[in-house]
């Protein structure tokens, strides 16, 4: 009887134990996760991965691990949309890409996370945003539209390009009639614009956001607040942006001042105005397409950055809505 088949093995030296680690993952689930997704065996000896499996999967497999390097080589942690992110590039033949995306590092996160683009659209984005004094980006949830935003504002405001950061976005639940809500100003908004206090928080810490927002240096008010005033030396960004009507797309345009940056961000998709109401996104995006100093980025689906099942739900969603069928299922 012939004795069990041999696989052939091949090995990477990793350079430090922080960078194993990273890539074992906790209890080992990255490379649980990585042996998932390529079919081979990966196993930690010391400062050595060892990989066995058939020529594909060992093929497939020191692949992934090898665009996964710019994480585990700084001992950044592999989460599952990593993975997926480098599977993508792989299976489609941009590898090279991914490999310029793990180049640009745009900020470190509160955490100490590395943060950069993740996908080549989100790369483009944030390139637009540095180019460009107007940007609009439409895309699902999860593609990282607000986060990269934010990300780009602060690093402007930190490197004094701008002197100060304006965060707002449509309240469409309480009408924009914020006087009949409870408290203060801040107390008013607080419930809409948590998302932006959320990323800022994120890269700034929670005390000094809170420092900042005292000083006046960053605001973060409802777009009702925007009219009537000039947006000079600042980043702005206008947050929810398919909630805006025609008319309060064209008021917040039009604010943007001397030494200014403004990004506009929304999913079409996803509107809570009227049905038959324009929105004023949808509107910007077609009327602005060809004018000069304004960038229009689409992300989708593919560049959700949240839970892998984030994305799987989106497409699904994007299937029925192009399918034509009924949104509500009528029952007899």
């Given at each position: 009887m012939?004795?069990?088949?041999?696989?052939?093995?091949?090995?990477?030296?990793l350079?430090?134990?922080?960078g194993?680690?990273?890539?074992?993952?906790?209890?080992?689930?990255?490379?649980?996760?990585?042996?998932?997704?390529?079919?081979?065996?990966?196993?930690?000896?010391?400062?050595q991965?060892?990989?066995q499996?058939?020529?594909?999967?060992?093929?497939?497999?020191?692949?992934l691990?090898?665009?996964l390097?710019p994480?585990?080589?700084?001992?950044?942690?592999i989460?599952?949309?990593d993975?997926?992110?480098?599977?993508?590039a792989?299976?489609?033949?941009?590898s090279?890409?991914?490999?310029?995306?793990s180049?640009?590092?745009?900020?470190?996160?509160?955490?100490?996370?590395l943060?950069r683009?993740?996908?080549?659209?989100?790369?483009?984005?944030?390139e637009?945003?540095?180019?460009?004094?107007?940007?609009?980006?439409l895309?699902p949830?999860?593609?990282?539209?607000?986060?990269?935003?934010?990300?780009?504002?602060?690093?402007?405001?930190?490197?004094?390009?701008?002197?100060?950061?304006?965060?707002?976005?449509?309240?469409?639940e309480?009408?924009?009639?914020?006087?009949?809500l409870?408290?203060?100003?801040?107390?008013?908004?607080?419930?809409?614009?948590?998302?932006?206090?959320?990323?800022?928080?994120g890269?700034?810490?929670?005390?000094?956001?809170?420092?900042?927002?005292?000083?006046?240096?960053?605001?973060?008010?409802?777009?009702?607040?925007?009219?009537?005033?000039?947006?000079?030396?600042?980043?702005?960004?206008?947050?929810?942006?398919?909630?805006?009507?025609?008319?309060?797309?064209?008021?917040?345009?039009?604010r943007?001042?001397?030494n200014?940056?403004m990004?506009?961000?929304?999913?079409?998709?996803?509107?809570?105005?009227?049905?038959?109401?324009?929105?004023?996104l949808?509107?910007?995006?077609?009327?602005?397409?060809?004018?000069?100093?304004?960038?229009i980025?689409?992300?989708?689906?593919?560049d959700?950055?949240?839970?892998?099942?984030?994305?799987r739900?989106?497409?699904?969603?994007?299937?029925?809505?192009?399918?034509?069928?009924p949104?509500?299922?009528?029952?007899?």
């Open positions: 012939a004795g069990a088949e041999t696989l052939p093995l091949f090995s990477i030296d350079p430090h134990q922080e194993a680690l990273a890539l074992a993952g906790e209890a080992e689930t990255t490379l649980h996760r990585l042996e998932t997704l390529t079919g081979a065996s990966l196993v930690l000896r010391g400062l991965l060892v990989i499996g058939r020529p594909s999967q060992l093929e497939r497999a020191s692949a691990v090898e665009l390097r994480l585990w080589g700084e001992g950044q942690p989460g599952a949309v993975l997926q992110t480098a599977l993508n792989l299976d489609t033949g941009r090279s890409e991914h490999r310029e995306l180049q640009q590092v745009l900020a470190r996160s509160q955490s100490g996370k943060l683009p993740r996908t080549v659209r989100q790369k483009t984005y944030v637009a945003m540095e180019r460009h004094d107007l940007t609009l980006a895309g949830a999860g593609t990282g539209k607000t986060f990269l935003a934010t990300v780009q504002a602060v690093r402007m405001l930190q490197e004094r390009r701008v002197e100060r950061l304006i965060l707002t976005r449509p309240a469409v309480a009408g924009e009639r914020l006087g009949f409870p408290g203060d100003l801040q107390q008013k908004v607080d419930p809409y614009l948590r998302p932006l206090y959320d990323a800022l928080h890269l700034l810490g929670a005390e000094r956001t809170t420092a900042l927002l005292e000083k006046g240096v960053i605001e973060v008010a409802p777009l009702a607040y925007m009219r009537g005033r000039t947006l000079a030396d600042a980043f702005v960004i206008l947050d929810e942006a398919q909630n805006t009507t025609t008319a309060q797309m064209r008021m917040v345009l039009t943007l001042g001397e200014s940056r990004v506009v961000t929304g999913d079409p998709t996803q509107s809570d105005l009227p049905r038959e109401q324009l929105s004023g949808v509107e910007a995006a077609g009327v602005l397409a060809d004018v000069e100093g304004v960038a980025c689409h992300l989708t689906a593919a959700v950055v949240r839970h892998p099942l984030v994305q739900m989106v497409q699904a969603y994007a299937r029925r809505d192009s399918s034509g069928l949104r509500t299922v009528q029952r007899g």
